[in-house]
């Protein structure tokens, strides 16, 4: 079947904007990850939604960044009032119900002039 | 949040050897480990994962050893190729199903032909 897709895969706004960025995970994964990853760094975690759990936001580096997931299925991470140093990938992942092994999506790249 | 900020290491192996990347993990309660590749441009990709069960487990070209004692986890990849040129990250996860899997700062695997 169909991988975790994310959309768009590039996204150039001006500071000050706010941007939504969408993951549609495999059908019928319970769990969802959002990372950040600078050009050239590791993987910093953002959120993590499992099942009908309140999500872990322990992740989210200020109050501009949410996510939401709606259904158990797709979710949208949203940046309000971006600042440059928010330019990075962000990667979706999922994973089957309680199991370890995450799923990638190619990510979105961003880029805040 | 878990930031991993740090510009990766980089391990320069020739053609043919065996590469040897390593891994230290912080979380004694940490029960199943999880080792991804990540190619230049897209997501993370599943390579081997090991439960604390286990010392060694063994893939294709591709071996995971965990030493709990010292907290540590390497990556063996025999016959190094070109294409194993990539950022390898190591994951770890809590006993329980709603611990979060965490990752590694990685490292950059340098293959010279």
């Known amino acids: 079947g169909a991988g975790v897709s994310q959309s768009p895969s590039n996204k150039v706004t001006e500071k000050g904007k706010d941007v939504e960025l969408r993951c549609d995970p495999i059908s019928g994964h319970t769990a969802l990850y959002w990372y950040r990853q600078s050009l050239g760094q590791g993987l910093e975690f953002l959120i993590y939604f499992q099942g009908n759990s309140a999500p872990d936001k322990s992740g989210l580096p200020s109050d501009r960044f949410s996510a939401e997931r709606t259904g158990g299925s797709v979710s949208t991470l949203t940046i309000q009032r971006t600042q440059q140093e928010d330019s990075a990938v962000y990667l979706c992942a999922s994973s089957p119900n309680y199991a370890e092994t995450q799923y990638f999506g190619p990510g979105t790249r961003l880029l805040v002039l | 949040g878990e930031s991993v900020g740090l510009h990766l290491p980089t391990l320069s192996v020739q053609e043919g050897d065996n590469s040897i990347i390593n891994c230290a993990y912080s979380?004694?309660?940490?029960?199943?480990f999880i080792w991804y590749k990540q190619e230049s441009g897209k997501g993370p990709q599943f390579i081997i994962d090991?439960?604390?069960?286990?010392d060694k487990r063994q893939g294709q070209r591709v071996t995971v050893l965990l030493n709990k004692t010292v907290k540590h986890l390497s990556l063996q990849i025999a016959a190094t190729q070109p294409g194993d040129s990539a950022v390898y990250f190591c994951a770890e996860k809590g006993a329980g199903g709603y611990q979060k899997v965490t990752f590694g700062t990685g490292t950059k695997l340098q293959v010279i032909p």
């Open positions: 090991i439960r604390s069960n286990m």
């Open positions: 979380n004694s309660a940490s029960d199943y």
